[in-house]
């Protein structure tokens, strides 16, 4: 069995990550790094947590909250949805099971090339796009709803291009929702034992977390906002905040995913939800 550190591990070794830095890193330097790096770990990826998130399922979040039970959406029959940051594209499936019009997008094509195959498997055949979510290649007013569930947001150098990006996709009153690590966790070391309780990391230090190679090249590129500059980017690119939900960990959920386990859980929220809506200029 292929566990998350296994995962990441592997990947590690296929990129010659030799250490980690923080430092700034700009639009282009992150898209490389994270392409590479989604390709080189798609398939651990999927070998340790496919079977959770399932072909036509859509799991928000590592504690499990499903949108078939909190309905974060809203009613999606008929409605045109796009997906950022699909990876496999399970939400995606999902969509189109309750009635939906989905489109998949993401940033890499190993991903990409699991979601080909869960189509397959399927017999769902939803449309994907590889694209970066900086750069949506989709027409203007040409969505009802847009959501993504840990997809490219933690990833990309400017929240409020994407924003403003999909200010412009989604249709008057259009619903956003899009589920990131909780800030929060910022400060903790990314460990779901007891070394993961104590705070060591400022709230307030935007400065990326960069894995590097020999040469300093970034194969992985992480970003932190605080609460408030979700918030204040969401305004910015033209939406208003309807709801924030931060998921309690569930009794009896026992699945530890990466730093997500049940004795963090029980202390403080891993995951933060923004429901939003397309804001009339």
């Not at 690119?237 to 709801?243: I, K, P, R, T, Y």
Request: charged letters at 25%.
């Amino acid at each position: 069995m292929v566990t998350a550190q296994d995962s990441h591990d592997s990947a590690e070794r296929r990129l010659g990550t030799v250490g980690i830095a923080h430092r700034q890193v700009g639009r282009r330097e992150a898209v490389a790094a994270n392409l590479a790096w989604w390709d080189a770990d798609a398939d651990d990826y999927q070998a340790t947590h496919g079977e959770f998130l399932g072909d036509a399922d859509f799991v928000w979040c590592p504690e499990g909250v499903r949108e078939a039970d909190a309905a974060l959406l809203g009613d999606v029959r008929d409605k045109d949805v796009v997906e950022i940051g699909c990876g496999q594209a399970a939400c995606a499936r999902w969509l189109a099971k309750a009635g939906a019009h989905p489109v998949a997008l993401d940033l890499s094509g190993g991903m990409l090339r699991h979601a080909k195959q869960a189509n397959a498997r399927t017999g769902i055949d939803i449309p994907l796009i590889q694209a970066s979510a900086e750069e949506l290649p989709l027409a203007a007013a040409s969505m009802d709803l847009a959501c993504s569930a840990f997809g490219a947001l933690p990833f990309v150098s400017s929240p409020e291009t994407v924003f403003a990006g999909l200010h412009r996709v989604l249709r008057p009153g259009g619903r956003w929702v899009f589920a990131v690590t909780h800030p929060m966790r910022w400060i903790f070391p990314d460990d779901p034992g007891p070394n993961g309780l104590t705070a060591t990391q400022p709230y307030f230090d935007r400065t990326p977390y960069v894995e590097i190679d020999e040469e300093g090249r970034a194969t992985y590129v992480e970003y932190h906002r605080t609460l408030g500059d979700w918030v204040r980017a969401l305004t910015a690119g033209g939406f208003v905040l309807e709801d924030l939900i931060e998921p309690e960990w569930p009794e009896g959920h026992l699945r530890e995913w990466g730093q997500w386990s049940p004795l963090r859980g029980k202390l403080f929220p891993g995951t933060a939800i923004f429901r939003t809506r397309r804001a009339d200029r």
